[in-house]
T-cell receptor, first 110, second 121 residues
Framework: SQQGEEDPQALSIQEGENATMNCSYK?????LQWYRQNSGRGLVHLIL?????REKHSGRLRVTLDTSKKSSSLLITASRAADTASYFC??????????FGAGTILRVKS | GAVVSQHPSRVICKSGTSVKIECRSL??????MFWYRQFPKQSLMLMAT?????????EQGVEKDKFLINHASLTLSTLTVTSAHPEDSSFYIC?????????????????FGSGTQLSVL
């Protein structure tokens, strides 16, 4: 199993601005997943991008994957106060369990 | 989407007692469930992988006699914290996937319970 490392550790922005979070990992993957966690709650799956994909969209979310650099980014456009949460990436090898990094704490100020 | 129910959401117990946390997949069969522990403002630490009908696989450093895991059916896994101590106080989260033998198939996502806040006095 492997662990993604998110960057930055914390991000504070104004409502309406875009938020970008980055993730780096160490070895080859089959897919990479992003999850969100509201304070004191479980994680919610946001988006999954396969190793042969470079970009994926879901609503206001845009995820990119660069396997040559072993990195991914999550972009939240037109952020809202409700987007305030911790965001985790989870690189996944085939047949492996998900191990999470430290996450990025996003705070969207209204 | 699939729903995972975790109960209780919060429990306070005395030191030395045991606490059981349940994790149920409500609308799908979960051959594999994962138990995580999370300290405030930190990431989730994988404790163990629970496989239906077989013994759980524990991560390094996790005491299997301390954290008993039972996955008796395809929809229920339980974590029992035995002889709880204040240092066991933490947020425990379960998740479920459709994988087999402790693994998830490619492109499988996890469904998480809402977590249990355990406080040991």
């Amino acid at each position: 199993s492997q662990q993604g490392e998110e960057d930055p550790q914390a991000l504070s922005i104004q409502e309406g601005e875009n938020a970008t979070m980055n993730c780096s990992y160490k070895t080859s993957i089959n897919n990479l997943q992003w999850y969100r966690q509201n304070s004191g709650r479980g994680l919610v799956h946001l988006i999954l991008i396969r190793s042969n994909e470079r970009e994926k969209h879901s609503g206001r979310l845009r995820v990119t994957l660069d396997t040559s650099k072993k990195s991914s980014s999550l972009l939240i456009t037109a952020s809202r106060a409700a987007d305030t949460a911790s965001y985790f990436c989870a690189p996944m090898e085939y047949g492996n369990k998900l191990v999470f990094g430290a996450g990025t704490i996003l705070r969207v100020k209204s | 989407g699939a729903v995972v129910s975790q109960h209780p959401s919060r429990v306070i117990c005395k030191s030395g007692t045991s606490v059981k946390i349940e994790c149920r997949s409500l609308d799908f069969q979960a051959t594999t469930m994962f138990w995580y522990r999370q300290f405030p403002k930190q990431s989730l630490m994988l404790m163990a992988t629970s496989n239906e009908g077989s013994k759980a696989t524990y991560e390094q450093g996790v005491e299997k006699d301390k954290f008993l895991i039972n996955h008796a059916s395809l929809t229920l896994s339980t974590l029992t914290v035995t002889s709880a101590h204040p240092e066991d106080s933490s947020f425990y989260i379960c998740s479920a996937g459709r994988g087999t033998a402790g693994h998830l198939p490619t492109n499988e996502k996890l469904f998480f319970g809402s977590g249990t806040q355990l406080s040991v006095l």
